[in-house]
């Protein structure tokens, strides 16, 4: 079993930051990519970045230049710093992780989400 668990999600006014962190635990032999994913109301779950483990990454277009996402291998932590944000940057962050377990297979995993409210 593997776990993700997120951590940094809250209230900010826009133009704040904010830092969210994924630590992931379990049965891992190895993560091949990690990446942050949202979920505004009413709309579908959007890729906002991911990364690689080594070290390449890709931003949704909205994000870019705003966004910063980087990782920790040693402690299969990624982050997403958040700079300038803005209302529509409002949603439920979900973690993934595309990892290699114990008996060689990959599998993608999510995390329980965190919410970012942008708001004043």
């Known amino acids: 079993q593997v776990q993700l668990v997120e951590s940094g999600g809250g209230l900010v006014q826009p133009g704040g930051s904010l830092r969210l962190s994924c630590a992931a635990s379990?049965?891992?032999?190895?993560?091949?990519?990690m990446g942050w994913y949202r979920q505004a109301p009413g709309k579908q779950r959007e890729l906002v970045a991911v990364?690689?483990?080594?070290?390449?990454?890709n931003y949704a277009d909205s994000v870019k230049g705003q966004f910063t996402i980087s990782a920790d291998n040693a402690k299969n932590t990624v982050y997403l710093q958040m700079n300038s944000l803005k209302p529509e940057d409002t949603a439920v962050y979900y973690c993934?992780?595309?990892?290699?377990?114990?008996?060689?297979?990959?599998?993608?995993?999510w995390g329980q989400g965190t919410q970012v409210t942008v708001s004043s």
């Open positions: 379990g049965s891992i032999l190895a993560i091949n990519v």
């Open positions: 990364i690689t483990n080594s070290g390449s990454t």
């Open positions: 993934n992780a595309h990892v290699v377990v114990l008996t060689g297979y990959e599998y993608r995993y």
